[in-house]
Every structure is written in structure tokens, then in C-alpha cells.
């Protein structure tokens, strides 16, 4: 079977600069299907022969892009042996919190159920502590390339700021306002519906939470997949794809004063030579925050892209960087974003983390082409 790249050539290069993961929409007939359950195909391009260790998930192929000359035109094939599951996604024992794994290292950890830390209520000022609440559906730790914790949790200064997590300030239902940001009247909660997915290009879990009004009703069912990818020499690929629908009835979504902070907010750790970096021109918007992270010695960046297919794009950029504090806001400025019943909410983001200082903004554009245009055709 031979398959036709559906990307443009600039595209296509795009990928292989950065190393960024490919996605091949296609449905597999049984015999393919088969082979790929059991880790077991490959695409090989027509050209030069490279074989590419292929990941089948929900009717698309994936694959890591090498930085190598290939022609762009691949035929699947099923592999002599299964590759070998790189990456996991696994419920840890002791925590009991969902780590994303490479080769027995971990990647990072999705806190799904409640975290209660009551040793941080000590450093935590009188009058911040209503602030220091228990909370869940967050990531944290986020790990470097070479191991060092980029993300911050419960720290005093803001001990509702929890490392990489999607919450609102103002949330409004019935005419009532919660803060899920701050952790009043309205927090997520675990269903104990989830999945885990391994493999040779990715690992990946998909959790259901609900938002409960003043921990009784349920008013948002949220459905978030964080997805790792395996690491290159450029660095590391997760993607977020995040689903909100209200339950019964309508429901508020808006930034501090409609005009701050709020949507994906990302709390780092302190940073030594810290450089905050945005970019917006057109449609293209990224940002990024660079430094030598606590644990390490080199040098590394977190880079965020917002997919251009998320609702008020491109987003304002916020930043605190005596906060360690940078984010894409959602909703734009001045609104309030409605979520229905029946109707959910998608936002879509790529965090990359990558060795080294600063890119050059042709790096940057890669990236952002590469991921723009993979996830036309992943609905997730």
C-alpha cells in the first residue's frame, strides 16, 4: 500500500527540521490492522528505503520525522518484529497519579486525582491560605530533556498555582461566580474514567473530570488527553487537547476582569537567566520561557504553541516573570466564552521542550507549521 503525503512541501521540511511527529490520516483493512496492534508496521519511503517505526491510533498512522532526505511518499508495510513500546502511560502505585514515561524515565505526571499537601500550609501566609486548597487535574512535574523539574506547585507566594493547568477566574453559573483558577466554589473532579495509551511514538491518557458547583453539582464534564511524543535530538512534543461541555445549563468562561489572566496557565520553577519570549503576527503565535532550570546545569526552553484552530485565535500573551508566570489567554479580552450543553468547547495546544537557549524564529516557524498542519486531521 503506498501512501501520498497530504502536506505541502515547505511543510513536509518543516517536520523534519524540528523533528516534529507525523500524522497520516487512514484507515487500516483487518490484515494491517492486526499487524499494527501488535506494534508491528512501519513506513518506509519509496525513495531511500528508510523504514519509520509507525504508531495506529484512532484511524490515523504516526511516526517520528527523522532529519534525514526523504521523498515524502511512503508505503506501509508490516515490520519483521513489533517495535519496541518506548513509551508508557501508567497509574503510579504510590501516588496513584498517571505518569507519562520514556525508557523508565519519567516525562511527566498528570495529577488526576486529588493532591492534598498539608505540610505547604506552613509556608503559606494567613492570609493566602484560603487560596491553599486540594486540587487535582493539573501536570506536575514537567521534566527537561536532561531531568530537571520545569514546573511549580503550591508555591507560597500563589499556592493555588499548580504547574501546567487550564483554569478560568471567573466562572459564572446562575448568576454566581467561582474562581476554578483559585480554587473557590467550583473545582474538577475525577470520574475515575480514564485510558492510558503505549507505543514506539507515543504514550498518552485521556481523563474524563466534572466541575462541581460548591463541591455538590455537577455543571462542566471535561475530557483532557495529554500526549507525549518520543524525544529527538530537537527535544520533546506533547500535545494537550482539552473538551468542555455544560451539563445542565449555560456556563461563563472569562479571564480576571475579562481582561488578564486565564485559560492554559503554566507556574514554572525559578529560573536562573530567565528570558521570556512571544510572538504573535497573524496567525502564528508562540511564546516561550527559557533559563537553566533548578537541577541542571544547561540550558532549556518551554515552548507553547496554540493551534490555530481554537476559538479567539491567536490568544493575548500574559506573562509575570517575577511569578514565573507565562500563558495563551482564553477568552479574548473583554469576553465572556458561553459553553452549552451539547456543544463542547475544544482548545489544543503544543508544549516543546528543548535543549538549548533561545531558537531562531525560522525554528519557531517550523514548528508552528508542522503542528498547524498535522492536526488537521486529528480530531482526538
Not at 511527529?21 to 492486526?34: F, I, K, V, Y
Not at 528505503?49 to 491510533?57: C, F, I, K, N, R
Not at 475525577?190 to 507515543?202: E, L
Not at 511569578?323 to 469576553?335: D, R, V
Request: charged share 20%; with cysteine.
Amino acid at each position: 500500500m503506498t501512501l501520498h503525503l497530504s502536506l505541502a512541501r515547505e511543510e513536509w521540511q518543516a517536520c523534519q527540521r524540528v523533528g516534529a511527529p507525523l500524522c497520516l490520516p487512514m484507515p487500516l483493512d483487518r490484515w494491517l490492522q492486526r499487524a499494527a496492534q501488535r506494534g508491528q508496521i512501519q513506513l518506509v519511503d519509496r525513495r531511500t528505503g528508510v523504514a519509520l517505526e509507525a504508531q495506529w491510533h484512532d484511524g490515523s498512522v504516526w511516526a517520528m520525522v527523522p532529519a534525514k532526505p526523504l521523498s515524502g511518499v511512503f508505503r506501509i508495510e508490516v515490520a519483521p518484529q513489533p517495535a519496541a513500546i518506548r513509551l508508557r502511560a501508567r497509574r503510579d502505585r504510590a501516588t496513584r497519579q498517571i505518569l507519562l514515561e520514556e525508557d523508565g524515565r519519567t516525562v511527566l505526571q498528570y495529577n488526576y486525582w486529588t493532591v492534598e499537601r498539608p505540610d505547604r500550609q506552613a509556608q503559606v501566609s494567613p492570609e493566602n491560605r484560603v487560596y491553599s486548597r486540594p486540587r487535582s487535574d493539573y501536570i506536575h512535574p514537567l521534566y527537561s530533556p536532561d531531568g530537571a523539574m520545569m514546573t511549580d506547585d503550591w508555591p507560597p507566594d500563589h499556592p493555588h498555582h499548580r504547574g501546567v493547568y487550564w483554569a478560568w477566574p471567573e466562572v459564572d453559573y446562575r448568576g454566581e461566580r467561582g474562581d476554578l483558577h483559585a480554587l473557590q466554589r467550583v473545582f474538577a473532579y475525577p470520574t475515575g474514567r480514564y485510558r492510558v495509551t503505549n507505543g514506539a511514538v507515543f504514550a498518552q491518557m485521556e481523563a474524563e473530570s466534572r466541575w462541581r458547583w460548591e463541591d455538590g453539582e455537577p455543571i462542566v464534564l471535561e475530557w483532557a488527553r495529554v500526549r507525549a511524543y518520543r524525544r529527538t535530538a530537537q527535544g520533546r512534543c506533547i500535545d494537550l487537547a482539552l473538551f468542555f461541555t455544560a451539563l445542565k445549563e449555560p456556563v461563563l468562561l472569562a479571564r480576571r476582569g475579562t481582561s488578564l489572566y486565564g485559560g492554559l496557565n503554566l507556574r514554572l520553577a525559578s529560573v536562573t537567566n530567565q528570558q521570556f519570549v512571544v510572538h504573535t503576527e497573524g496567525q502564528q503565535a508562540w511564546a516561550g520561557a527559557f533559563g537553566v532550570f533548578p537541577g541542571s546545569e544547561l540550558p532549556a526552553g518551554l515552548l507553547i504553541f496554540p493551534h490555530p484552530g481554537n476559538p479567539h485565535h491567536p490568544p493575548q500573551w500574559v506573562q509575570y516573570p517575577e511569578l514565573n508566570w507565562l500563558q495563551p489567554t482564553f477568552p479574548a479580552s473583554g469576553e465572556r466564552y458561553t459553553l452549552q450543553p451539547g456543544k463542547p468547547l475544544a482548545l489544543r495546544y503544543r508544549l516543546w521542550i528543548r535543549p538549548g537557549a533561545v531558537p531562531p524564529p525560522e525554528v519557531w516557524q517550523a514548528m508552528w507549521l508542522a503542528y498547524s498542519t498535522m492536526e488537521r486531521g486529528e480530531e482526538g
